[in-house]
C-alpha cells in the first residue's frame, strides 16, 4: 500500500469482521482515527516484502489469492475461497508485482461495468473481504 489511509480503512474492515491479522510492507502506518476499533484489535505485521512472507504462509496451508485484474482470474461473484486464504492486495497504482504474482494459487477480479475501471485498493478489499466472511462465516469460540 502507498497509502496509509488505504491500510487504516482496511484494517477497520478487517476489525469489523474480526479478521485478527494483516501483513503490509514498506512504511505501513495506521491513521487511528480511520482505523478506529480496527488499530485496537488487528494486529498490523509490516515486513520489508512480501514474497518470503507469502512462502511461509503457503507452507502453513493457506492458499495464497491475488485481487486483480488479471489474464485467467475469477470473478469475484463466482469464486470459492478456502477457509484458509491469504488475500494479497496490490499497490494502489501499479497493482501486484510479478515477484508476488508468480506465488498465487489463484487470482480473483472484481468485476466492473463502468469507468473508471477500477475500485480504490481498500474498496476492492472490502468487497472481497466482505464475500470471504459471507462464504467462510465465523464460528464463535467457546
Not at 13 to 39: H, M, S, Y
Not at 49 to 59: M, N
Not at 62 to 86: C, H, K, W
Amino acid at each position: 500500500m502507498r497509502s496509509h489511509v488505504n491500510l487504516s480503512h482496511i484494517v477497520r474492515t478487517c476489525g469489523c469482521f474480526g479478521i485478527a491479522r494483516v501483513i503490509a510492507t514498506g512504511t505501513a502506518r495506521l491513521d487511528e482515527k480511520i482505523a478506529r476499533d480496527g488499530a485496537d484489535h488487528v494486529v498490523l505485521e509490516v515486513h520489508r516484502s512480501l514474497p518470503p512472507v507469502l512462502d511461509r504462509l503457503r507452507a502453513q496451508g493457506y492458499e495464497i489469492v491475488g485481487l486483480e485484474q488479471a489474464t485467467g482470474s475469477t470473478p469475484l461473484y463466482t469464486f470459492d475461497f478456502a477457509p484458509r486464504t491469504v488475500l494479497v492486495v496490490g499497490n494502489e497504482r501499479a497493482g501486484l508485482e510479478d515477484d508476488v504474482l508468480c506465488r498465487l494459487d489463484r487470482v480473483a477480479e472484481i468485476p466492473l461495468a463502468g469507468l473508471p475501471h477500477s475500485l480504490n485498493a481498500a474498496t476492492s478489499a472490502s468487497i472481497a473481504i466482505y464475500e470471504y466472511c459471507r462464504q467462510v462465516p465465523r464460528r464463535a469460540d467457546p
